[in-house]
DNA sequence: TGTGTAGTACGTTACCCGTAGTGGTTGCAA
DNA sequence: TTGCAACCACTACGGGTAACGTACTACACA
């Protein structure tokens, strides 16, 4: 087993935007020498299998989909209120339509998880971290919110991402922003 | 072209399953005869092409998925209310547990729509039509919460199809009743 | 008896995969 | 500086698989 740092992740990186473009269906190995532009056979010498490959790719792409540290310090330095939460989640939005490729791979893997239950359980455990650093940043950082309103607006943030990523023409584009506006305002409890 | 509307059905069938078991990168037109129990190459006899099995596979999706009228007059005997709907969506909830496949199978076909024109435009007209369809069927049933109100609404139980279809285990289940009955609580103004 | 569909069998094609073999580069030691 | 050893990039090849479509036969029904 081969073993170039670089290398292997120019590897996996090749193989997130494969798996965006051409779903789980176009995920080869020779795809993914031709993405990275090497010869064929090195996508062999540094994955034993194909199951290793998703494993890599689920590691990278949570690394690749995770705001910097500065950008959301940055975010947060505005008072604390509803207006900063709506703030925060079209930041989302915005990031979703930013980086297409990387959250439709994780769209695809999503799905792969449905049969190899390895890449379910190491998935689970990822994004139920990243849930709970929101919920914890959330309440320690003085958001207005309980529990529960950081749960509903998880969910329907996930739900705008899918139908954007997938359907973009039935929940109008124009209206997201407001849909966002809204949700906040409702599912935060007056107080 | 073989026409014999039972048997075709019967493939279309037989491809949900495929589709949802296997993902799109199993959905061959061997694993669909397989599947059906009929001699191989007869999926290769009724549909042209892969994207002619899958453009019907968008087609009947629909009425597997859509419920049943009489299913839905059942449950609007009872009063208008919030408890009402309420009762709607925590049964769109067991439903997609119940259906499992049909809603895998969709998830499926929305990705391939992302690199499927075609495909993208029927199922956008079709899922802005259900989506219209259940705007109108709340304002004129008499249901409580505004417009925006289903829209959220219809995110966030979009939002938890996802999770409990491909990551059951980051939101609990015993607490998707709870986020439900908040909600609906939340998202539809008081009035 | 003729048309159309079910079922069988086959040949072609197209990838995909892994690896053996080669050449070049780097690092270390004499 | 020179020689050696390890490692890795690259090329090329051969095996294998499976998917696909179709020609062919059998059968049912009009």
Do not use: C
């Not at 779903?23 to 190995?29: K, Q, V, Y």
């Not at 199951?51 to 590691?59: F, P, Y």
């Not at 190491?122 to 309440?139: I, K, S, V």
């Not at 359907?167 to 599912?187: F, K, Q, S």
């Amino acid at each position: 087993m081969v073993r170039n740092p670089e290398r292997r992740t120019a590897l996996v990186d090749a193989a997130i935007e494969v798996l965006a473009r051409d779903g789980a269906r176009g995920l080869t190995f020779r795809a993914v020498d031709a993405e990275a532009g090497v010869p064929k056979g090195t996508a062999s010498n540094y994955f034993a299998s194909r199951g290793e490959l998703l494993a890599q790719v689920s590691g990278q792409i949570h690394q690749r989909i995770a705001p910097g540290p500065d950008e959301v310090a940055e975010v947060m330095t505005a008072p604390r209120g509803r207006e900063l939460v709506t703030e925060l989640m079209g930041w989302i939005n915005r990031r979703v339509s930013a980086d297409r490729t990387g959250y439709l791979a994780m769209l695809e893997l999503r799905l792969e998880a449905t049969r190899r239950p390895e890449l379910r359980e190491e998935l689970t455990a990822t994004m139920r971290g990243t849930l709970e650093d929101d919920l914890r940043f959330h309440r320690e950082g003085g958001l207005p919110g309980d529990r529960t309103a950081v749960l509903l607006m998880y969910l329907a943030m996930t739900g705008l991402m899918l139908e954007q990523l997938t359907l973009p023409g039935v929940v109008p584009a124009e209206e997201t922003d407001g849909l966002i506006a809204a949700l906040v305002d409702r599912v935060i409890p007056a107080g």
